[in-house]
């Protein structure tokens, strides 16, 4: 492989697999949506963003995205980019469709019209899992999506598949379970959580506010996922793998052990307020539920079963939950101690 199209690349998963691409000597070119001025602050924090090359490519524009294939006529095509908080997409389900799902039937059509050799990764999801689940979900687990964030990578995901059996593209779809870093989004639970106890500890007053506690997710590290993702579209066969790390944990254990982190001993109980985490040494209320980070449907407990990528992948990741933790919370404390602009 020699050049890689990469959508999403200014966000978490784009900046550490852009790293991995250019470590195989891959030329990476980055689609960016129009705007005045461009995030690339994760790149720029991975200090490859002079070594990236972005292209202008709006994934609500069919023909904008033909126009670049044809140009290009990549290797592979990474298609990262997303509306992905999952609580937004129940405040904005037909942008969110348009984005994470039609978007989609527009670079395969592309592809096959432009450049049917070129392989083709699409980042699916443990949310199309839903709930229900007895034990943990694998390859073969019926899906019941339960947001229109996960209804729309459902149909991307099948579109993908589609593709592979209809017209014989390279076609993968990888089918990852939450994956965190300190490059991740602020509105995500995890880097909530991280960035904020990193403020505390920095002299905010405000306590942070959480809303379900009781939700369980399998965290994994971004970087082992992008290796993960570089190995399927490498694999002979395009193929269907789920990526997790097999253990989960609720929210309310992550935060627990970043504020251990952070230098907190945490109790929780509950006032008339309702659940709230207390610094044990001082009394003072450093967590609080607010129901406004509720979601109308939540997913209540994924954990993944990734033995498939195991068996013809050789993949697994290598990073644990507390390493996970401790290097967020470590990286916001940092970024803050040196005046730097969180990403
Ligand atoms: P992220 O940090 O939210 O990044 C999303 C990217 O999509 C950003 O680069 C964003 O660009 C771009 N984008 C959004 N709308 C676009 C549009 N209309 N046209 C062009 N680009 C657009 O997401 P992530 O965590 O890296 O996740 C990468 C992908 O994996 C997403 O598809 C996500 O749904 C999926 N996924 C993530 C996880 C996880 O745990 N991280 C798990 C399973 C699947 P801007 O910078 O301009 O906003
Ligand atoms: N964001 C957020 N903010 N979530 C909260 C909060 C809060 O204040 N309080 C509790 N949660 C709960 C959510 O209700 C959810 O059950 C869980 O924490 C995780 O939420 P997020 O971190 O927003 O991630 P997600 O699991 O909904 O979605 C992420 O993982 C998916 C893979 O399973 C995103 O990266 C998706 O794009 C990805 O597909």
Redesign the pocket.
């Known amino acids: 492989m020699k050049t890689a199209f990469v ?9 550490y697999l852009a790293n991995l691409l250019l470590e195989h000597g891959i030329r990476v070119v980055g ?3 129009r ?1 005045s001025s ?2 690339v602050g ?1 790149l720029e924090e991975l200090g490859i963003a002079h070594r990236v090359e972005l292209i202008g ?4 524009e069919a023909s904008n995205i033909r126009a670049v294939l044809r140009g290009l006529r990549p290797d592979v095509v990474f ?7 999952v609580g937004a997409s129940f405040e904005q389900p037909v942008y969110t469709t ?3 799902a039609i ?1 989609v039937a527009h670079l395969l059509e592309a592809i096959r019209e432009c450049c049917p050799e070129t392989r083709f990764y699409q ?5 199309m899992f839903g709930h229900g689940h007895v034990g943990a979900q694998n390859e073969d687990t019926p899906f019941h999506p339960r947001s229109p ?1 996960a209804v729309s ?1 459902l149909y991307a995901h099948w579109m993908t598949v589609n593709y592979r059996e209809a017209y014989g593209l390279h076609a993968a779809s ?7 870093s300190p ?3 602020r509105e ?1 639970v995890t880097r909530k959580i991280t960035h904020t106890l990193a403020q505390i500890r920095a002299g905010r007053e405000e306590p942070l506010a959480l809303g379900n506690l009781d939700a369980k997710r399998d ?2 590290y ?1 970087p082992d ?1 992008v290796e993960g993702m570089w190995r399927m579209v490498n694999h002979p066969q395009p193929e269907t793998f789920v990526l997790a790390t097999g253990v989960c944990h609720s929210v309310r254990e992550f935060a627990t052990l970043a504020a251990r982190c952070a230098g907190y001993d945490l109790a929780w109980d509950s006032d008339e307020a309702g659940e709230c985490g207390r610094d044990r040494a001082s009394g003072r209320k450093l967590i609080v539920t607010d129901p406004r980070f509720s979601r109308p449907n939540d997913v209540h407990h994924l954990i993944g079963d990734a033995s498939r990528a195991k068996s013809v992948l050789d993949w697994s990741a290598t990073t644990t939950f507390e390493s996970l933790v401790e290097r967020m919370v470590s990286a916001d404390v940092d970024r803050l101690a040196r005046g730097a602009s969180a990403v």
Do not use: M
């Not at 980042?123 to 949310?127: D, F, G, H, P």
């Open positions: 959508t999403g690349i200014t966000g978490q998963d784009g900046a689609a960016v949506r705007s461009p995030q994760r490519c709006e994934l609500l298609n990262l980019a997303a509306q992905s908080f348009h984005v994470n978007a980042a699916s999801t443990s949310e964030y990578k990888g089918i990852l379970f939450n994956h965190e490059l991740r989004g995500f965290w994994g971004a996922f």
